[in-house]
């Protein structure tokens, strides 16, 4: 078995009020990446490092800001449509920003009030595509 992973986070936690809702949204913009939800149980889900759960009583949702990295400018735009269609709510379309040169993003709510980015930072070589890792047993 391996499984692929990012350079920094192990993982992000989300909570959630309504958990199918949020997962719609999650389904949706995360396809745009090629990013798939891999695992999933009752009252949770994950993609990659992004695990997500519903909140209950004794907590409340989470309220983050939570950037995608995006392959180009295209994959931004339609990161952007894909979660107003599945019930995101406009945070600033998409276009450049004057972070540094070559930034590209857009900014959407999800239906939790989470603050959620794509972002393609400009042309690019990677070493790699993503860290492979083999649990050893």
């Not at 994959?75 to 709510?89: I, M, S």
Request: aromatic share 10%.
């Amino acid at each position: 078995m391996q499984y692929h992973t990012g350079r920094l986070i192990d993982h992000v936690h989300l909570r959630a009020r309504n958990l199918a809702n949020t997962r719609f949204f999650y389904e949706k913009v995360l396809a745009v990446l090629g990013i798939p939800i891999t695992a999933k149980g009752e009252g949770w889900f994950q993609a990659d490092e992004l695990f997500v759960d519903a909140a209950d009583a004794k907590t409340t949702p989470s309220h983050v800001h939570l950037a995608f990295q995006a392959k180009d400018q295209a994959t931004v735009d339609a990161f952007h449509k894909a979660a107003l269609a599945a019930g995101g709510v406009d945070n600033g379309a998409p276009g450049p920003r004057d972070y540094h040169p070559g930034y590209y993003g857009c900014f959407v709510l999800d239906p939790d009030g989470n603050n959620i980015e794509a972002v393609f930072h400009g042309p690019s070589k990677r070493s790699a595509e993503s860290v492979v890792v083999t649990p050893q047993r």
